[in-house]
């Protein structure tokens, strides 16, 4: 059982940064890509990103592309989501996930564990 819990969120202006954390614990962290979601007020829970196993590898949903980037730390068992230029439209529940395995995914349905998220909202 892998226990994920993130960190960082909070209330920023448009076009600051924000670095989310997310801290595993209760598995092999490297048997795990991570992926980081969001889901805002009454929409679904959206897929922003994901890196691989060793780090090698990062995807990116196109309305974050440039301006988010994920990185993980395999030994301190923790990955990363630094948030640049925010915009009001990224403020959302932001979720880390864990799925095991080499192969990445971009569905919530592919993710074995999940985090209980963070807020970021941004203010326009």
């Known amino acids: 059982q892998v226990q994920l819990v993130e960190s960082g969120g909070g209330l920023v202006q448009a076009g600051a940064s924000l670095r989310l954390s997310c801290a595993a614990s209760?598995?092999?962290?490297?048997?795990?890509?991570m992926g980081w979601f969001r889901q805002a007020p009454g929409k679904e829970r959206e897929f922003v990103g994901v890196?691989?196993?060793?780090?090698?590898?990062?995807i990116y949903t196109n309305s974050v592309k440039g301006r988010f980037t994920i990185s993980r730390d395999n030994a301190k068992n923790a990955v990363y989501l630094q948030m640049n230029s925010l915009k009001p439209e990224d403020t959302a529940v932001y979720y880390c996930?864990?799925?095991?395995?080499?192969?990445?995914?971009?569905?919530?349905?592919?993710?074995?564990?999940w985090g209980q998220g963070t807020q970021v909202t941004v203010s326009s």
């Open positions: 209760g598995g092999t962290f490297t048997n795990y890509a």
């Open positions: 996930a864990a799925r095991n395995g080499v192969i990445i995914g971009t569905g919530n349905y592919q993710y074995d564990y």
């Open positions: 890196i691989t196993w060793s780090g090698s590898r990062t």
